[in-house]
């Protein structure tokens, strides 16, 4: 029931904010129904309810070890974008705010789904609810970015729609009764036909990995990253890429069960390591930092990815690091936008001296920029270190080393702009537009909040944490 | 007698795959696409014996969806945004429509590699399936005007509603969903749209500031 | 001495009665275009005329000049030769003899070629590159239509390859050979026979020097030309094997009058087509006779 909840609540709060009159009280519903959701997950989290085997939807391991930090991550994204929205009055808000209500519902719903044709529905659904957040700034470039994420992302969705058509082929092949909830095709095992369950895989991957932009199908995500307001950027790094990495880990399993996992496994490693080299080269020619942020999404896309190749542990530090990974990024994501309000510009030719404009802001995003590049004490340095780890372990020291190297290459390309645009002496036309934005700390708390959510995951991450990491990996990989 | 049928409408579809691939107009583009959509919507009802009311609704909602609506949708674009309708290929149409033949080609010998159920082994719908979904890459990446990639992408989701014909006495649930794609569509064109009066209402904003400006 | 009357009449009909199908489409034209049209018989005036006259020779030309329009004639008279006539059968039978007419019809084309470059005119090199141009991408089209014909009955003899109907194919067959054989005799949409503009001149540029005897005798090598592919045509998609000689005869003729009735009406109702768009087509005609092979080869659709 409650896990019904997760889905319903912010889909009834989307259709409250289509009708509600009043633009300026309206951005409310946001935080209140991202408070909701909150409560509920963490409660869910906490006790987690026992999921039928054949139920279509329900928070299982998987769901309860990634869902909440989704939450945790729209409830801050939502108290940021009440201040937001005050500043950008003048946009009319209404489809805006039942959109990302509607993501947050139709995300919750895609990380509980357990059936093939579910998950799809869902993960296409948020595809399209995603396609007014994109607009929002209603200039041509935010046109152009949103028909390039519509498009590539629409052809990524068919091709998933492909290939689960591909696996549901193989069950029907194997003998099955047309029951496509995961625990049925796992249970089917050997009996599905190798050869369509491994164009399934393909074409799922390809699809799923569109969604989650992995290289070299993440040519939608610079452009829609770039031009979306900060909120926007931040949920869907850090939810909407998620929603498909659970989504191709599901059918990894399954994939894994039918007795081709170590061919999956290949695929997964190559095109992780892939996706970290492209972002990589891409982050040391980027002079656009919201842009950059984007090939950090990508690069990051990788390290889950790769991280999935490799094993139980593997994912375990992989679902660790879709938690530190969507914070940060949340943190960075949300002060970057301060930045670029402040500064009039996201490049970095024209941008300088941020520490003295908006002092705040730039010392998270310095801040933030740090923790993502994996130094310590920040999470991601502790969920990176769990996937070289895992790696090592199963004896990957080449990929290790290759993934070591985009890390570096990274962390060159990212403090470039960073420093770049934080330090020096700001312009004057810069100092007239940051003296129009004022550092409240309606949109200072929220990144600092994630920020410290990042520290406090390196520190000292909870046992329960770890435990529902763990029972996702059992559910992924079932013991005979 | 059915499946002959059949393959016949299947072979009609792959016959207006590469007039798609081969035209240079943009009327005929739709026009071909609408007449597949047609076709399409017919083929479930020449599967089953007995008609199934999902049966007969995906059936209606094809025709409806993919052979008039769209389509009609497409052209009421083209004129209220009044693009020109000639093509601008990125690929020629040689080599596309040449491209188109080869994946066929190469559609039906993929095919005998895969296994098929019994039902299915003497019906075109597989390589079908995957000439269609190639045709729709093909001008998906091929030409630059947005309204032909819409085509593209609708004759892509065509391909796969074909592939989704294997299944929906299975699983029709899957076959259904793929109506979700035409709601994609349905937000591209919108787009198109939507740009369009914007930037209209652009210019005839700044118009009016310099006039004010005199 | 059966066969020798036998081989004599029918050198008869093909020589007699090729002017005629010229005359059918100018006259279609003309209806369509509501005049009254030149005479039927117009091409066997022309031809009697012009070959009365003397010949005019270039300084700079062989006598290949001459020579070489009467090598193409033979060479399409040989080819009318190979073609059987429903259940007549052909003048000349034997194994392989497809390949022979496919090399015969390239003799032809050669030898015009060849002929059209002797005056070193730089005009009529432009037609010749045009028209061997074209050329490739149509004789892939008939060799893939040959092919699936041959695939489809299992031989390589014009008699047994054209004696079974086609089954599916035979629609997709049929409309690659027409737009073959539309571009074959240099017909709108591809050429325009009546044009004299210069720039747009294809087949007739490159008989432009010739005159006399020679000049006749390549009008009615073209006219046997268009007359051997309509047959092709009519006998490609009819099957007429097993019909009764007169019948079939019937049948025959009256499919050739429907296919010059429907070049005639192409003619009035299109026009040509850009250099640029005329590859698009002949690589449509290509696939179609493609596909026309596929179909023959999985028997039936599989």
Redesign the interface.
């Known amino acids: 029931m409650k896990s019904l909840l997760l889905i319903l609540v912010p889909l009834v709060a989307a259709a409250l904010a289509l009708a509600w009159p009043g633009q300026r009280t309206r951005p409310w519903l946001l935080p209140a129904a991202g408070l909701i959701h909150a409560v509920l997950s963490l409660w869910l989290f906490l006790e987690p309810p026992v999921v039928a085997a054949d139920a279509w939807l329900g928070f299982d391991p998987l769901a309860r070890a990634v869902l909440p930090v989704v939450s945790l991550l729209f409830l801050v994204s939502a108290w940021y974008a009440v201040s937001y929205l005050r500043i950008r009055a003048e946009r009319p808000n209404r489809v805006f705010i039942a959109a990302l209500l509607a993501v947050l519902g139709l995300l919750s719903a895609g990380h509980q789904a357990r059936h093939l044709g579910l998950l799809w529905i869902c993960t296409e659904a948020v595809t399209l609810a995603a396609v007014p957040l994109l607009h929002f700034n209603g200039t041509p470039r935010a046109f152009e970015a949103t028909w390039k994420y519509l498009l590539v992302g629409g052809t990524g969705i068919a091709l998933s729609l492909l290939g689960s058509l591909c696996l549901g082929y193989a069950s029907l092949y194997g003998g099955g009764d047309g029951h496509l909830t995961f625990v049925a095709l796992m249970g089917q095992g050997a009996g599905l036909s190798r050869p369509w369950v491994l164009i399934a895989w393909v074409l799922l991957l390809v699809g799923y990995g569109t969604k989650m932009g992995l290289a070299p199908m993440h040519t939608w995500k610079p452009e829609a990253y770039g031009e979306a307001p900060a909120i926007v950027g931040a949920i869907l790094a850090g939810g909407v890429t998620s929603v498909a990495f659970t989504a191709i880990l599901r059918v990894r399993a399954v994939v894994g069960a039918a007795g081709e996992g170590g061919m999956a496994d290949h695929t997964l490693l190559a095109i992780g390591l892939f996706s970290m080299l492209v972002a990589a080269l891409f982050l040391l020619g980027t002079r656009d930092f919201k842009r950059m942020l984007a090939y950090s999404s990508v690069e990051h896309m990788g390290i889950l990815t790769l991280g999935a190749s490799l094993g139980p542990a593997g994912v375990a530090a992989a679902l660790f690091h879709v938690w530190s990974n969507g914070l940060t990024k949340g943190a960075l994501f949300l002060s970057a936008g301060n930045l670029r309000r402040a500064a009039g510009s996201p490049s970095m030719d024209e941008v300088r001296g941020m520490s003295t404009l908006t002092p705040w802001s730039a010392a998270i995003f310095v801040a933030g920029m740090f923790a993502v590049t994996a130094c310590p004490p920040f999470g991601p340095f502790f969920s990176e270190l769990k996937v070289v780890r895992a790696a090592l372990e199963t004896g990957h020291g080449l990929a290790t080393g290759l993934f070591l190297c985009c890390l570096l290459l990274a962390f060159f390309g990212l403090t470039r702009v960073v420093f770049g645009i934080v330090d020096g002496r700001p312009r004057r036309a810069a100092k007239a537009a940051g003296k129009r934005f004022k550092e409240s700390a309606g949109v200072i708390l929220p990144p600092l909040v994630l920020l410290g959510l990042s520290l406090w995951l390196g520190l000292c991450p909870p046992r329960m944490l770890a435990d529902a990491w763990a029972a996702a990996v059992t559910q992924l990989y079932p013991t005979p | 007698m059915i499946d002959?049928n059949l393959?016949?409408l299947i072979?009609l579809a792959m016959g207006l795959n590469?007039l798609a691939l081969?035209t240079?107009r943009l009327p005929a583009l739709i026009r071909a696409m609408s007449v597949q959509g047609v076709i399409l919507g017919v083929m479930p009802l020449l599967m089953e014996h007995q008609l199934d009311w999902r049966v007969l609704l995906v059936a209606v909602a094809t025709i409806c969806g993919k052979g008039l609506l769209i389509p009609g949708l497409l052209r009421r674009a083209m004129r209220t945004v009044q693009i020109d309708r000639e093509l601008e290929p990125l690929i020629g149409?040689?080599p596309s429509?040449?491209l188109g033949?080869a994946g066929?080609?190469a559609a039906?010998a993929l095919t005998h590699?895969?296994?098929?159920?019994p039902e299915h082994a003497?019906s075109?719908l597989v390589p079908g399936a995957l000439a269609t979904?190639l045709t729709g890459f093909i001008l998906?990446i091929g030409r630059t005007k947005?309204i032909s990639?819409v085509c593209g992408?609708l004759i892509?989701?065509n391909?796969?509603y074909l592939?989704?014909l294997?299944?929906i006495k299975?699983?029709p649930?899957?076959?259904e969903?793929?109506v979700?794609?035409d709601?994609?569509v349905g937000?591209?064109i919108l787009?198109i749209i939507v740009?369009r009066i914007?930037?209209a209402f652009d210019s005839l904003d700044t118009r009016k500031l310099t006039a004010l400006h005199e | 001495m059966n066969s020798i009357l036998d081989l004599i009449l029918r050198l008869d009909c093909w020589l007699l009665l090729a002017p005629l199908l010229p005359g059918i489409i100018n006259k279609v034209k003309a209806w369509v275009a509501g005049r009254r049209g030149p005479p039927v018989l117009q091409l066997y005036y022309d031809l009697a005329r012009l070959w009365k006259k003397g010949v005019v020779m270039s300084t700079l030309a062989s006598p290949a000049f001459v020579v070489l329009p009467a090598v193409t004639w033979v060479a399409v008279l040989g080819a009318a030769m190979l073609l059987p006539l429903g259940p007549l059968g052909a003048g000349l039978s034997f194994r392989g003899d497809a390949l022979l007419l496919l090399y015969l019809l390239a003799l032809g084309r050669f030898c015009t070629a060849w002929a059209a470059m002797e005056t070193g005119s730089a005009f009529e090199g432009m037609g010749t590159v045009r028209e061997v141009s074209y050329a490739v991408l149509a004789e892939a089209a008939m060799i893939a239509a040959v092919l699936s014909l041959s695939v489809q009955s299992g031989s390589i003899s014009l008699a047994a390859m054209l004696a079974p109907a086609m089954g599916a194919s035979a629609a997709l067959l049929a409309a690659g050979l027409f737009i073959v054989l539309l571009a074959e005799n240099c017909r709108v949409p591809f050429d325009d026979p009546a044009t004299h503009l210069e720039l747009t001149m294809i087949h007739e540029v490159m008989v432009l020097d010739h005159s006399g005897p020679p000049l006749a005798v390549i009008l009615h090598g073209a006219a046997m030309k268009l007359l051997l592919f309509t047959v092709l045509l009519v006998q490609a998609v009819l099957p007429m094997a097993h019909l009764k000689p007169l019948l079939a005869a019937a049948v025959l003729a009256g499919g050739v009058l429907a296919v010059t009735v429907a070049v005639g009406l192409v003619e009035s109702l299109l026009a040509r087509f850009a250099f640029r768009r005329v590859p698009l087509l002949l690589t449509t005609a290509f696939l179609l006779c493609l596909f026309a092979l596929l179909v023959a080869w999985k028997g039936g659709l599989p």
Not at chain 2, 113 to 117: G, I, K, N, Q
Request: aromatic letters at 8%; proline letters at 2%.
């Open positions: 002959s393959n016949v072979g590469l081969g240079s149409f040689v429509l040449l033949a066929t080609i039906l590699l895969l296994p098929l159920l003497g075109l979904v998906l947005a990639q992408y892509l989701e391909g796969i592939f989704g294997l299944l299975a699983m649930l899957l076959v969903a793929g979700l794609l709601l994609t937000v591209f787009g740009d914007q930037r």
